[in-house]
């Protein structure tokens, strides 16, 4: 699909079937967060796939905004691993593991499935519920699943700001 038009009928899916996703298919959303660009090319990011019955009810503890999704990634950042700059001490761990993130977003709609990314969770207790997330600060989970038949966009799907409020050429 062209890259515009991609963007422009993605939406936020917010009624997804637990039917199950093709391990290949996951696999190139995968790929597509392997290959975003981060700064310095460090990579500071996670992805983790949650799809057994007890991963999935133990997300569902952290957050009420499941969409009835058969697979969840949760999308966490690395501080340690992160380049900084130099001139603020910025971090960039986050930022990094955003933009990884927004491909598997972009990912996921290419490939027919729907997401939404959902920033609700109570992330401490998700990492209890998951050790190996513990050191990261996790940014995004995103149910999948391919959308049921009441996943439309919602009415503030395309109300955008004009190009001039949010654009200025110096």
Request: charged share 25%; proline share 6%.
């Amino acid at each position: 699909m062209e890259f515009n038009e991609l963007i422009r009928q993605r939406f936020s899916c917010r009624a997804l079937s637990d039917r199950e996703i093709p391990h290949d298919v996951l696999g190139r959303i995968f790929e597509a967060a392997r290959l975003a660009p981060t700064a310095v090319n460090k990579q500071p990011f996670k992805v983790w796939a949650v799809e057994s019955p007890e991963g999935r009810a133990k997300l569902a503890e952290t957050t009420k905004f499941t969409f009835s999704a058969g697979v969840f990634l949760v999308v966490g950042a690395k501080a340690d691993e992160a380049w900084v700059r130099q001139y603020d001490e910025r971090n960039f761990a986050d930022v990094d593991a955003a933009i990884a993130a927004t491909h598997i977003m972009l990912a996921i709609h290419n490939e027919g499935l729907g997401s939404t990314w959902v920033g609700h969770f109570d992330a401490a207790k998700l990492k209890e519920s998951f050790p190996q997330m513990t050191d990261y600060d996790l940014i995004a989970v995103f149910p999948v699943g391919y959308p049921a038949e009441n996943g439309t966009p919602s009415p503030r799907h395309t109300q955008r700001k004009p190009a001039v409020d949010i654009i200025e050429v110096l």
